[in-house]
């Protein structure tokens, strides 16, 4: 063992109090790092999972036409966003499989869905509604999205057998009182409603889907929206949804259709958690900071107690380095105490707090806290620790490498 | 035959604190420890004794004049190769004997060792071991120095100061907190290692009886050795 670690050892042993204290501060910071980071996360993933499984990790939309013959495409390919705020947008897409043919050739495509997407009034006894009718191909939409195992009630062999049968959606079922078996009214474009029945019940957990969304046939779809086309949308399923918003611009440019990521069509939500999560990181790295504060307390005061020591070891041939390594190697044993400590308790936390039951209704849809187990939540924890202790640390090692032993040895001569 | 000098220092000159209060503390200081004898400097309170014992130690430098030690300059030393040279040629024992506390008296003995860094854990317990045996607490290696009483916790600090085999020791008081017993028992301790190891050892001390003990006595007074008497040849000369 180096000189250096062997004596920090000794030091903090006889300190004990100070340095179970000092890892208290450090140990309760990464923790609560931790748990609030797994919590905010929690939630944050349980939304975009959500959402990208109802409706798609990227959307081709309406054709766009571009004035002046104006590509969008650039010589080298690239897209140019200086044209594409000189566009129109064409309703309905016309040409989807064949849209949907080239798409699979792009390695990131998993698989497609073409939706016919339109509004209509629905109605069910003596209650009535807005709805967003999504006509669906049941065998594509199920392969695309997470709709098959979105839901709660009927089954999608019911729906893909029966083509005048219908999905709602949880809360929109609760809103009109509906069950599978019962029976929704749709308006026709004559005026009239027509009567379809529903054979599942889908919750995405996503609030604004499930308030509004029923699924039926697109022939269906197309008869109710009174549209020439057949789909007004494309849904793509991607290996790393991460990847969207770059595929996004190439579907753009090459089938001269808009073409959203979840990302964008997710801003402000995605915005509204990060805002969270930068919040909560703050707030939590304050009291890991203050944590810090604590270790340079303590270290400035076992410095000042130490001054002796700190002459003996200078007058025996230790060097400024060594004294210095001392503190800092105190400091680092805390840090590394407390990152350990903190990161296990930091997981019983997280798991404790995923057990705690709540109703959340809006936005999203969970009957518990909602948790992330991610590692980089415990590095950045870890590494924050590591941060804080070093700096608090840093101060009253150089304090004690700096000190003169004649000082202290002249102060003590007869 | 010529003896061996461990450590030399010519013309030194060292001054203490800034503007008004400057102190000319070490005034053209020097001085020859030659290997096998006991040098006692004597003086007044505030005459410069301790300032040329930590000047002689590394641990402060002198301001003008040259010095050597073991045949080696050290003025153009950097201070981690002061510390260095502090580890390994020199030995200190202090009149408050300057013990870490928590440590036992073995592990005390044992700083200097792990600081140079070349014997095993194992050859470190051993070496402490023989060297507190050698002053006489070989039944008190694991108690820790602070129950250790005063004559012992000075006798751990002369173990310690021999931890590494130094050249020369410097004691500042080594018996200065001790009672006349005891006194008498360190200094005879010291006269002896210096014999048998035949090393140069440096004392400041006060007290009369022991500095008449010593091969050479060096008299200061403010910050210049004023005479020099030389026991075994009971003849005396002023090196002003």
Not at chain 1, 135 to 152: A, K, M, N, S
């Amino acid at each position: 063992m180096i000189p250096p670690l062997y004596i920090a050892l000794r030091f903090l042993n006889h300190r004990k109090r100070a340095f179970v204290l000092s890892l208290c501060g450090v140990v309760l910071g990464v923790a609560f790092f931790i748990c609030i980071q797994a919590q905010t996360q929690g939630f944050a993933d349980h939304f975009i999972e959500s959402t990208v499984g109802s409706s798609g990790a990227l959307v081709v939309n309406s054709r766009v036409q571009f004035r002046g013959n104006n590509l969008p495409v650039g010589p080298s390919g690239s897209f140019s966003s200086a044209s594409y705020s000189e566009r129109r947008f064409l309703e309905g897409i016309s040409n989807a499989p064949e849209i949907m043919r080239v798409a699979r050739q792009f390695p990131d495509v998993v698989s497609s869905s073409k939706v016919l997407r339109g509004r209509l009034s629905a109605r069910a006894g003596f209650e009535s509604a807005t709805v967003d009718l999504f006509g669906i191909d049941p065998q594509l939409h199920f392969q695309t999205t997470d709709l098959g195992r979105q839901l709660i009630a009927g089954s999608a062999a019911d729906f893909r057998s029966n083509p005048n049968s219908v999905i709602v959606g949880s809360r929109l079922a609760e809103s009109l009182q509906l069950q599978t078996g019962s029976v929704i009214q749709l308006l026709a474009p004559g005026g009239e409603y027509r009567r379809f029945p529903i054979v599942a019940i889908a919750r995405s957990g996503v609030g604004a889907v499930d308030g509004v969304r029923i699924y039926s046939h697109t022939r269906v779809a197309q008869t109710l929206l009174n549209k020439p086309y057949a789909a007004s949308m494309i849904l793509f399923k991607l290996r790393d949804p991460e990847r969207a918003p770059a595929l996004g611009r190439q579907f753009a440019a090459l089938f001269e259709h808009e073409a959203e990521s979840w990302q964008e069509r997710e801003e402000g939500n995605l915005q509204l958690f990060l805002t969270l999560r930068m919040s909560a990181a703050i707030t939590v790295a304050l009291v890991i900071l203050l944590a810090g504060f604590g270790i340079f307390n303590v270290l400035t005061m076992s410095v000042l107690s130490k001054v002796k020591e700190i002459a003996i070891l200078r007058s025996m041939g230790y060097r400024r380095g060594d004294i210095s390594s001392i503190f800092l190697w105190q400091g680092a044993m805390i840090a590394a105490a407390g990152a350990a400590l903190g990161c296990t308790l930091g997981a019983l936390l997280t798991w404790g707090v995923s057990l705690i039951p709540i109703q959340v209704r809006g936005l999203l849809y969970a009957d518990h806290f909602l948790v992330a187990w991610d590692w980089r939540h415990y590095l950045w924890a870890t590494l924050l620790a590591l941060i804080a202790v070093f700096i608090a640390s840093y101060v009253p090692a150089r304090r004690a490498a700096g000190m003169q032993p004649v000082a202290t040895l002249r102060g003590s001569s007869a | 035959m010529t003896t061996e000098v461990w450590l030399r220092c010519h013309d030194v000159e060292r001054y203490l604190g800034e503007d008004e209060s400057r102190v000319h503390a070490l005034r053209g200081v020097s001085l020859e420890l030659a290997a096998g004898t006991v040098h006692a400097v004597v003086g007044p309170s505030g005459c410069g004794k301790s300032t040329l014992l930590y000047v002689l130690g590394l641990l402060d430098r002198p301001d003008a004049g040259w010095m050597e030690i073991d045949g080696s300059p050290i003025a153009q030393l950097h201070d981690d190769e002061l510390a260095q040279k502090r580890n390994e040629a020199l030995g200190f024992i202090f009149q408050f004997h300057f013990l870490m506390e928590d440590f036992t008296a073995q592990e005390n003995v044992m700083i200097p060792m792990r600081r140079l860094g070349r014997l095993s854990e194992h050859e470190m317990l051993d070496r402490a071991a023989s060297l507190l045996d050698g002053v006489g607490l070989g039944a008190k290696l694991k108690r820790a120095s602070r129950h250790l009483s005063g004559g012992e916790q000075q006798r751990v600090a002369i173990a310690r100061a021999l931890a590494n085999d130094p050249r020369v020791i410097l004691a500042d008081e080594p018996t200065g907190n001790l009672d006349t017993e005891n006194s008498h028992r360190a200094f005879e301790l010291l006269q002896k290692i210096v014999q048998e190891r035949n090393k140069a050892l440096l004392l400041v001390t006060h007290n009369p009886l022991i500095a008449e003990l010593c091969d050479w006595v060096h008299t200061m007074e403010d910050g210049r050795i004023v005479g020099t008497h030389s026991r075994m040849a009971n003849s005396s000369s002023a090196i002003v």
